[in-house]
């Protein structure tokens, strides 16, 4: 299991109302329980499996394994560039979960849209997957693609602004 992956779980589980989460698959054992805010996970990878790391998330993470894993911290994800002061007459489509952005429905089809591309309140603008789960998002608006504000593979939030849209 990736350290992506767990990350996922764990934003996941502390956005639900879930008080303990059990996750097995291909000799890994996930299991999470929250007590007041906090959540703890222990993780147990098969001998040959790579070590885990701990990396800081929202709420404070207790992590154990059975192999000894360095602690390593990673950078913060780069924010969403700026929009244009103009962008107060502006639809954003927002996120509707915690996942990773595609901007296209394979790596070899071209993206969904792009900036001047014109849209209806049906149309999928791109797919947010999570837990393996590809859900297509639409544009909620007619109007026209003015901005896309996150890069193609990136992990986006829930509520996180994704595009920017002039409504007709």
């Not at 849209?119 to 999570?130: G, P």
């Amino acid at each position: 299991m990736k350290v992506q992956e767990i990350r996922e779980l764990i934003k996941l589980v502390d956005q639900s109302n879930i008080d303990e989460f059990v996750f097995e698959s291909e000799g890994s054992k996930v299991k999470m329980k929250k007590n007041a805010g906090v959540t703890y996970t222990a993780v147990s990878e098969a001998p040959a499996a790579q070590p885990v790391k701990e990396t800081q998330a929202a709420a404070p993470v207790h992590t154990e394994t059975k192999q000894e894993a360095p602690a390593v911290q990673e950078a913060p994800a780069p924010e969403a560039p700026k929009a244009a002061s103009s962008d107060e007459n502006l639809h954003k489509i927002t996120s509707p979960m915690v996942g990773t952005f595609y901007q296209s429905p394979s790596p070899d089809q071209e993206a969904y849209v792009k900036p001047g591309s014109k849209v209806s309140s049906d149309s999928v603008v791109c797919i947010v997957e999570a837990m393996k789960l590809f859900n297509e998002i639409e544009a909620e608006v007619d109007g026209e693609i003015v901005e896309i504000l996150v890069k193609d593979g990136q992990l986006v939030e829930y509520g996180q602004p994704l595009f920017l849209v002039k409504p007709e």
